[in-house]
């Protein structure tokens, strides 16, 4: 019986996090790209001498691996402090797709 309860503990252990693991939206490589801008626009806000938050930090690293959440939470902290983000490459073509057509 004991045997079964460590096989059961173990698996729970392994298994939730490879499932959360499994579940973060890599993006494609235009958004990951628009995530790096979006980084490199908010790391700017810092002195070199100053510390950014290590959220703030963690966030910015995540740009290749969990990518929307990522873009959602620098969009965020951008307009939070008054700065516009930079313009989303795909939005750019889109409105020009459609703003030539009549």
């Known amino acids: ?3 079964v309860q460590t096989c059961l503990v173990t698996g729970l252990v392994i298994g ?9 939206s890599k993006g494609n490589p ?3 790209k628009y995530c ?5 626009a908010y790391s700017s806000l810092f002195p070199a001498m100053e510390a950014m938050p290590a959220s703030d ?8 691996t969990d990518t929307r959440v990522s ?9 939070g402090k008054k700065i ?3 313009p989303h490459e795909s939005f750019a073509q889109q409105v020009e797709i459609t703003g030539n057509i009549r």
Not at 36 to 40: H, Q
Not at 57 to 64: E, H, I, L, W, Y
Request: net charge negative; glycine share 2%.
């Open 1 to 3: 019986m004991k045997f």
């Open 16 to 24: 939730i996090p490879c499932a959360g693991f499994a579940q973060q």
């Open 30 to 32: 235009s958004d990951i």
């Open 36 to 40: 790096d801008a979006l980084s490199k």
């Open 57 to 64: 930090a963690v966030t910015m690293n995540r740009c290749d």
């Open 71 to 79: 873009i959602a939470t620098l969009e965020e902290k951008l307009r």
């Open 84 to 86: 516009e983000p930079p």
